[in-house]
């Protein structure tokens, strides 16, 4: 069965000079300042950055999307993590055998994607070398230059005929989640987690380690974790390659406050776990340093979501891995016993 397209593209086809990045960092900008207007004001400042809890992905392949794409579609008010583009749209509406349209008055969200910047001629026709390959843009270092190409994209919420999406139930416990994390951690990477009475969280990237105040000393044990995600997103650094042990009050201070802080996000989205940023320790010097520093460079965000999303995966993968081999020891570990009760209820021979 054919359905007829009952959406009008063209709007979204305009050739308009609009600065997807300034906009998707002034999304942000609002919510900062959103936040410092109540603690000023002594009032509590709950909502969250994002306002979906669930990792996005794509509606047609069930695919996540990665680096800056993540930030910038858990931003928007949707709770439903299901994204399309157009195309999709109707290629899903093919798969599901029934039309699907988006709703009069929905607008695109926008997610980019990387593309290569190549040398062109004076009608913008891509130059090409001797063998016929496409020529690229080199910086000062001889490295190919990068751009960024923006496509529009609808939430399945804003898509008549789409099922309504219902989130699996999981029940989640806070500190055993991030304990088995940090187990992980510490057995795959070498990271050190101590515990004491001093009342400051922070990572040593010399010591590759994370100091955590006593669980008891938090007002709950989700300030707790989120506490400890945030120092693990600290403790990603090195592997990751981002500059370490910056000054407090530099720009790179607040990249890597922000890189940090996105990861604890991504990671109680990966994890199950609601979190409150507000609970964490210094809360109120970060919104401002953070404040400042998308003022003054608005491909910060997108840099530090996509950094965040690689120290996510990087956690992700020795979870994982961890459980697995936990879970195969477990089975081991069975295995030997069960084999030792058959060989205890196994007759002996009674010699004559």
């Not at 070398?129 to 399945?156: E, R, S």
Request: with cysteine.
């Amino acid at each position: 069965m054919t359905y007829k397209k009952k959406y009008q593209k063209k709007e979204f086809d305009k050739k308009e000079d609009r600065d997807y990045q300034q906009e998707l960092t002034n999304k942000f900008i609002s919510r900062i300042e959103e936040a410092i207007a109540c603690e000023e004001n002594s009032l509590k400042w709950d909502k969250p950055f994002f306002s979906c809890n669930e990792w996005p992905k794509n509606a047609l392949t069930g695919e996540k999307y990665h680096g800056g794409n993540v930030a910038a579609l858990m931003v928007e008010e949707f709770s439903d993590p299901r994204w399309m583009t157009f195309v999709q749209m109707q290629e899903l509406s093919k798969k599901m055998d029934m039309p699907l349209n988006v709703k009069k008055g929905s607008k695109a969200s926008y997610i980019m994607k990387v593309v290569p910047a190549y040398l062109k001629d004076s009608e913008g026709n891509i130059l090409k070398n001797d063998q016929g390959k496409a020529m690229p843009i080199l910086d000062d270092n001889g490295n190919p230059k990068i751009g960024f190409k923006w496509y529009p994209v609808f939430n399945a919420s804003q898509v008549e005929g789409m099922p309504v999406y219902i989130q699996a139930t999981r029940e989640i416990k806070p500190i055993e989640e991030v304990e088995l994390l940090s187990l992980a951690l510490q057995e795959r990477t070498d990271l050190k987690v101590e515990h004491s009475s001093v009342s400051r969280a922070y990572y040593s990237s010399s010591r590759h380690l994370v100091h955590m105040p006593e669980p008891s000393l938090f007002k709950s044990s989700e300030a707790y974790a989120d506490t400890l995600l945030h120092e693990f997103g600290h403790s990603t650094g090195p592997a990751m390659g981002r500059k370490m042990g910056n000054a407090a009050g530099t720009p790179d201070y607040a990249n890597e406050e922000l890189v940090a802080e996105l990861t604890s996000s991504f990671m109680a989205v990966e994890l199950g776990i609601v979190r409150n940023p507000s609970s964490h320790e210094n809360h109120a010097a970060y919104l401002k340093s953070w404040l400042g520093a998308l003022k003054d460079d608005k491909t910060l965000i997108t840099k530090a979501a996509n950094q965040a999303s690689k120290a996510t995966e990087f956690q992700m993968e020795h979870l994982i891995a961890y459980k697995l081999t936990q879970e195969l020891k477990a089975e081991q570990a069975q295995e030997m016993v069960d084999s030792a009760i058959a060989k205890a209820k196994k007759p002996t021979a009674i010699s004559m």
